[in-house]
């Protein structure tokens, strides 16, 4: 099994870290994995005596441990919203943040026209019902000064939504509406405001 997650496996990361493989590539791939595993060719078929699901879950769980295509390409594609996060400042994501938006637009409408293939793709997961979800119940933000969050708009308080949607009036009254966490709360003697 090791040898079919450090070579089988690993050979498209680089690809699977970029872009969303098309399904007809996850089949090929997967189709050599379930060869090497049972030992067949491509001209001859032995029969699989555990349905390839089992062989995908953890050691733990009585798989054999072998990574699903399509949910490590998903992981690897959705760890870039949390790259882009915690790497705020440095060259590459002021770059992305100047073209795209930064890690805000992943949340934001797609724009076939104006992104790129990569851009849209990370967009995609995002956006998608059930793994867009998924990802971002996974991110627990953690505001610490509040110079990464804005204040409306940004889903920091542990809620299904932001500020702005569960307090529109409000929102629609503030000046305050695009400031940072920072820049909307004061400092008093019991405490912050």
């Known amino acids: 099994m090791t040898l079919i997650n450090s070579v089988l496996t690993s050979i498209p990361i680089y690809f699977l870290s970029f872009f969303m493989v098309p399904k007809q590539v996850v089949k090929k791939i997967v189709r050599l ?3 090497f595993l049972w030992g067949g060719s491509s001209d001859q078929i032995k029969i699989p005596w555990i349905r390839w699901e089992t062989v995908c879950l953890p050691k733990e769980q009585g798989g054999l441990g072998v990574k699903d295509i399509t949910s490590f390409n998903i992981s690897l594609l959705g760890k870039w919203k949390w ?5 705020q400042g440095e060259t590459w994501t002021r770059v992305l943040e100047a ?3 930064g890690w805000r637009s992943l949340d934001g409408p797609l724009r076939v026209s104006s992104e790129s293939l990569w851009w849209r793709d990370l967009k995609t997961i995002y956006h998608h019902a059930h793994l867009g979800q998924q990802l971002n119940k996974s991110i627990l933000w953690k505001v610490g000064c509040g110079d990464k969050f804005k204040f409306w708009e940004d889903k920091w308080t542990g809620g299904e939504n932001n500020l702005a949607v569960k307090f529109p009036r409000l929102y629609t009254i503030s000046a305050q509406q695009q400031h940072l966490i920072q820049q909307v709360r004061a400092f008093s003697e019991g405490g912050w405001e």
């Open 99 to 101: 073209k795209y938006g």
């Open 83 to 87: 790259d882009l996060l915690q790497n």
């Open 33 to 35: 994995q379930r060869n």
